[in-house]
C-alpha cells in the first residue's frame, strides 16, 4: 500500500517560473517517492535521437520492419544518469529488472526489453529515455512548498501519447488548470 504523503504514480508539472531551467514546460512522471527521496521520467522532452538510434548504440537488430523505430524519438529522461536509458511501458510481462509502479506501469532498463521491441515482442505502450529526475530526502517537498510544480494524479494515456508539445497542458487540464493563465511569478497567500 503506498503511503498517501508521498507521490508515487503522479506527474509533476512544471509551474511557468521554471522558464530558463532543464525542466521548463515539462511533466515528469515520479514512479518513486518515500523518504529518501524521489525519482522520476520527464515525459515530454524528446531528443534528436530515435529508438532506432538505441538499437543501433546497443547492435540491437530489429526483427520486424525498423521505420517506426526511426520516428519514434528518446527523450531526455532528466538530468541524472544521462548516459542510463529507461523503458516506462504498460505490459504484463516483466522484464529483467522491471519495477512495477502500478499495475498498469512499469519501469525498466533491461537492454532485454529493448531487444523484445525491436523483434516485436515488447510491450504496446512504451517509452524510451536518457537520464532520469531525482530528488534528496526534502526536497521535493520544498519545490512544492516553493511554487515550482502542480502535482496531479498520473493517466496512463497521457503517458504513453507520442503528442510531447501538449503533455503538459493536457496534463494540468486534469486539474482544470490552463497553464497559459498561470503567472509567471510564484506567490503565497
Known amino acids: 500500500m503506498t503511503n498517501s504523503k508521498y507521490l508515487e504514480n503522479q506527474f509533476l508539472i512544471a509551474m511557468p517560473q521554471l522558464m530558463d531551467s532543464y ?38 537488430i530489429s526483427g520486424v520492419d525498423d521505420g517506426p523505430f526511426r520516428h519514434e524519438q528518446v527523450l531526455a529522461g532528466g538530468p541524472v544518469e544521462r548516459d542510463k536509458g529507461f523503458i516506462l511501458h504498460d505490459s504484463k510481462t516483466n522484464w529483467e529488472s522491471s519495477i512495477n509502479v502500478t499495475s498498469e506501469i512499469k519501469i525498466c532498463t533491461s537492454k532485454t526489453i529493448l531487444q523484445d521491441i525491436a523483434a516485436g515482442r515488447g510491450p504496446d505502450n512504451y517509452l524510451v529515455a536518457l537520464g532520469c529526475a531525482g530528488w534528496d530526502a526534502g526536497q521535493l517537498e520544498e519545490e512544492i512548498i516553493s511554487n515550482t510544480w502542480l502535482t496531479a494524479p498520473a493517466d496512463p494515456q497521457l503517458i504513453f501519447s507520442k503528442d510531447f508539445t ?9 486539474l482544470g488548470i490552463d497553464l497559459h493563465k498561470i503567472s509567471p511569478k510564484a506567490g503565497h497567500s
Open 23 to 60: 525542466f521548463s514546460n515539462t511533466v515528469t512522471y515520479l514512479w518513486k517517492h518515500n523518504s529518501e527521496g524521489a525519482l522520476g521520467i520527464v515525459i515530454n522532452k524528446p531528443l534528436t535521437a530515435c529508438v532506432a538510434d538505441i538499437f543501433d548504440e546497443l547492435d540491437i
Open 166 to 174: 501538449k503533455k503538459a497542458n493536457k496534463a494540468a487540464a486534469l
